[in-house]
């Protein structure tokens, strides 16, 4: 009896052993949430070189509809920039009616870059990142475009003056800062330069008060200017306001103004009664929405669209 009670606990002790074994080798019922939550390296996130390259940003690109209706953006009468636009693509008086006119061209980049379907055209010096400038016949807008003259969108950037401020030395003192190579300079971090061969400025040491205004375009570069110039000049102030290239044009006419800010070259009947001095040159880029895939188009493209002719873009190529 004592030799089979034995033998029956030592089978019971190795049955025993053998269940503890298998239990040490099968995952329990918590393993797969502790995998889950304490991924291998393969299984981390995607490092940040990869995380530009998401699937949103393909199919942002392949989302663009070219069925959709284009919308189309432009300044309002008056404004040198239109006013260029208008003459060299030929659009002419014909401006598409259906064209939202802005008066402003930081609200024109807001428009085109809160559009995917929006098109318009602003100053090459207001360029930002918000939109995509278009070439035109194949060229790209930039300085070396503009002043070789092979990016046919240019115009002249200028100030006028009536013939009460023509002789104010304060006035012809600032002028020719803007046309010196400092002031040349300055345009050509964003513009491009009207003489590459300008004079160095010397301080005048004069006081007094400026009064600016007239196209935005023109008004970014004029900011630039006054902020070099003052600090030469400590005892200026320079009051500068924007309002289009119209009402630079008459009001200085009229005097409210000591100088004008334009963005198109003085009409004959204009030039009458006003000086006036080019101080940069300046593309007028053709912009889309940066989700938009058209690269470039030609002036007729440009002009078929803001005449109203194609207003899809699927016809626009």
Do not use: H
């Not at 013939?163 to 600032?174: G, I, T």
């Not at 004069?206 to 030469?232: C, D, F, N």
């Not at 004959?268 to 188009?297: F, H, Q, R, S, W």
């Amino acid at each position: 009896m004592k030799k089979i009670l034995a033998i029956t606990l030592v089978i019971v002790f190795t049955l025993a052993l053998v269940a503890g074994c298998t239990n040490n080798n099968t995952p329990s019922s918590s393993s797969p949430s502790q995998s889950s939550s304490s991924p291998s390296p393969s299984n981390t996130s995607p490092s940040p070189a990869n995380t530009n390259q998401t699937p949103e940003s393909t199919e942002a690109d392949d989302s663009f509809d070219a069925s959709r209706i284009i919308a189309v953006f432009t300044r309002e009468d008056g404004s040198g920039t239109r006013d260029a636009f208008v003459s060299i693509t030929g659009v002419g008086g014909d401006m598409y009616e259906e064209a939202v006119v802005i008066s402003e061209t930081n609200e024109i980049l807001t428009k085109v870059e809160e559009n995917e379907y929006a098109i318009s055209y602003v100053s090459v010096g207001s360029l930002s990142d918000r939109v995509k400038a278009l070439t035109i016949d194949g060229v790209y807008p930039s300085n070396e475009t503009i002043m070789d003259g092979s990016y046919k969108l240019q115009r002249p950037l200028l100030v006028c003056v009536n013939a009460d401020s023509v002789d104010d030395p304060l006035v012809q003192d600032f002028i020719a800062f803007m046309l010196s190579a400092e002031g040349q300079d300055i345009a050509a971090t964003r513009w491009t330069k009207v003489d590459l061969n300008a004079e160095s400025y010397s301080t005048s040491g004069l006081s007094g008060t400026l009064k600016v205004g007239g196209s935005t375009s023109v008004e970014p570069l004029m900011q630039a200017l006054r902020q070099a110039y003052i600090v030469l000049n400590p005892g200026v102030e320079i009051e500068i306001s924007g309002g289009g290239s119209g009402a630079g044009i008459s009001e200085s006419t009229s005097g409210v103004l000591d100088i004008g800010m334009s963005s198109r070259a003085l009409r004959d009947e204009e030039k009458a009664n006003l000086t006036d001095y080019d101080i940069a040159l300046d593309g007028v880029a053709v912009i889309v929405n940066p989700a938009n895939p058209v690269e470039g188009m030609t002036i007729d493209q440009v002009k078929v669209i803001f005449t109203g002719e194609v207003t899809r873009w699927a016809d626009s190529n």
